[in-house]
């Protein structure tokens, strides 16, 4: 079935060192992409955002990349900190469905110090 | 400007009881979402609330519905509880106007004995 998955289960860096994480999502309707990081016992939080009729998109310290060919997200965090330890989320809108998200299972960044 | 929160923040029941879980959106925000994320997984969409109606419904059984107040607070009941909803509840506030960011209460643990 369709679904928004996540390549690696869990990542780990080395404090200071570039993150990257990517998600895959098979449905052509999605248009609207958020990553969210959650900490343990928290809610998610939102991190970034990006809609379908762009390919790149810059936060502090964020930046997600769009592959609307390949149905490919990436999550990229500069000069990672301890703080940035949790699990992150893709999600996905469909167009059409309000707003209705759908989650994949998330990966697990350990940021070593 | 406050964020969403949700009560309770614990709660146990035993199987076949009913359940009723609250959250408050984001002030400024319509729209309230409900999602359940067990252990280890993403959230999962149960429903949304729009105008006090509900729009739009993710895999979950009519033992699960909800409410949305005219201050756009919103419930969530659960009937006849099962062992398998067990889980973290949370709560997502946005703006209705097409796709929009969602902000996440903290959710509430639920334990189902």
């Known amino acids: 079935g369709e679904s928004v998955g996540l390549h690696l289960p869990t990542l780990s860096v080395q404090e200071g060192d570039n993150s990257i994480i990517n998600c895959a999502y098979s449905n052509s309707a999605s248009d609207y992409f958020i990553w969210y990081k959650q900490e343990s016992g928290k809610g998610p939080q939102f991190i970034i955002d990006i809609r379908s009729n762009m390919d790149k998109r810059q936060g502090q310290r964020v930046t997600v990349l769009l592959n609307k060919t390949v149905k490919h997200l990436s999550l990229q965090i500069a000069a990672t900190q301890p703080g940035d330890s949790a699990v992150y989320f893709c999600a996905e809108n469909r167009l059409n469905t309000g707003n209705q998200f759908y989650f994949g299972t998330g990966t697990s960044l350990t940021v070593i110090p | 400007e406050t964020g969403v929160t949700q009560s309770p923040t614990h709660l146990i029941k035993t199987r076949g009881q009913q359940v009723t879980l609250r959250c408050s959106s984001q002030s400024g925000h319509n729209t309230v979402s409900w999602y359940q994320q067990a252990l280890g997984q993403g959230p999962q969409f149960i429903f949304q609330y729009y105008r006090e109606e509900e729009n739009g419904r993710g895999n979950f059984p009519p033992r699960f519905s909800g409410l949305q107040f005219p201050n756009y607070s919103s419930e969530l009941n659960v009937n006849a509880l099962e062992l398998d909803d067990s889980a973290l509840y949370l709560c997502?506030?946005?703006?209705?106007?097409?796709?929009?960011?969602?902000?996440f209460g903290p959710g509430t643990r639920l334990t189902v004995l």
């Open positions: 997502a506030s946005s703006l209705w106007h097409g796709t929009n960011e969602q902000f």
